[in-house]
């Protein structure tokens, strides 16, 4: 069971120092984070962006850069592109997002000849440690895909579980969220949950324990779930919660964060390698605690 986030980069640290390609690398927070996570012998950063502003910046934060490769790219989705092709080239065993928009990002990553796809679907994952929650708790997809597909949820579902068999969990509980704990044909977030159910009850999807729907209480607090005569080993114990969609995954990851006291670090799964992809209003500690659990799962 994993109870602190901090666990991620010890784990992170005592494993091989990760070759780390940061995309548009001319943004201060990044910088600092993986100005952290490289002094405390986590990664081995590749620069790629604007080579003056990155020198600049590692210079005002007192990031020294000697001996570390810097490379120049003209623009946010041709540095993209170049760290693609590292990781591609087996330069690079993680990658991450810098001053650069999504949008290019992805679409560097999702190319069909030149990208990092692996045939599956990308998604993201987030892991949370909050003062409410007795172990962390992950949320999938707060922001990739927009409006999952069943079939797209049950990838969602597999990238989830594969993160959390990579940090040494062989059966996460996930929690098929819905506004309900029953099936109402009108909500499709309970069909669905209850088909994901099914799948894992057959053996369609392995390597974890899934049930819903269940409304976030259920799945967060046994009493809750009590409360309402669920019973399910899943409920008050969930390690993975399952959005419906992006809308409320994103709402519950910010939820969680500004007003629930809670720290995260989050990657995108289901390319070749671990992708991190930090939003801007993410703090400096989230960044570098998602660079610790990319290379805790690499
Ligand atoms: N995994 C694998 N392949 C994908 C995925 C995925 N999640 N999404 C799209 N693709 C592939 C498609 O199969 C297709 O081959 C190609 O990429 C283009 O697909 P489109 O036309 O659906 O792609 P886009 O560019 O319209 O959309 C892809 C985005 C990821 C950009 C889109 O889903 C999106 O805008 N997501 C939300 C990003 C966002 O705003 N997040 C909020 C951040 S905090």
Redo the contacts with the bound molecule.
């Keep these: 069971m994993l109870n602190r986030l901090d666990e991620l980069t010890e784990r992170a640290r005592s494993g091989r120092i990760r070759r780390l390609v940061v995309a548009a690398s001319a943004d201060e927070p990044v910088l600092d984070a993986v100005r952290i996570a490289s002094e405390d012998g986590i990664v081995v950063p590749i620069l790629i962006g604007d080579v003056e502003k990155t020198k600049e910046l590692c210079q005002r934060i007192g990031f020294n850069i000697e001996g570390i490769e810097l490379v120049e790219a003209s623009d946010g989705y041709r540095a993209s592109c170049l760290a693609v092709e590292m990781i591609r080239n087996g330069r690079a065993d993680i990658m991450m997002k810098g001053h650069v928009s ?2 290019p990002l ?2 560097a990553i ?1 190319d ?1 000849e030149q990208g990092l ?1 692996k045939g ?4 993201h994952v987030a892991l949370f440690e909050t003062p409410h929650y007795h172990k962390l708790i992950g949320v999938t997809d ?5 409006a999952p597909t069943f079939e ?1 949820k049950v990838e969602i579902v597999r990238n989830g579980v594969d993160a959390f068999h990579k940090l040494g969990i062989s059966e996460p509980k996930v929690a098929a969220l819905g506004a309900v704990e029953t099936v109402n044909p009108k909500m499709e977030a309970t069909t669905h949950a209850a088909m994901l159910t099914m799948m894992n009850r057959r053996g369609q999807i392995k390597g974890c324990l899934v049930d819903g729907p269940l409304a976030l209480d259920n799945a967060v607090s046994k009493e809750a779930a009590t409360h309402k005569g669920i019973h399910s080993e899943v409920a008050g114990d969930a390690d993975i919660l399952l959005a419906p969609d ?1 809308n409320s995954g ?1 709402i519950l990851y910010k939820s969680l964060g500004f007003l629930g006291g809670a720290v995260s670090a989050a990657v995108l799964m ?1 390319a070749q390698v671990p992708v991190v992809l930090t ?1 801007r209003s993410d703090s400096n500690r989230s960044k570098l605690l998602s660079i610790s659990l990319a290379a805790a799962m690499e």
Excluded at 142 to 146: E, G, L, Q, S
């Design positions: 999504t949008g992805l679409k999702l069909k796809r599956g679907l990308l998604s707060a922001a990739m895909n927009v797209e992006i994103n289901g939003s």
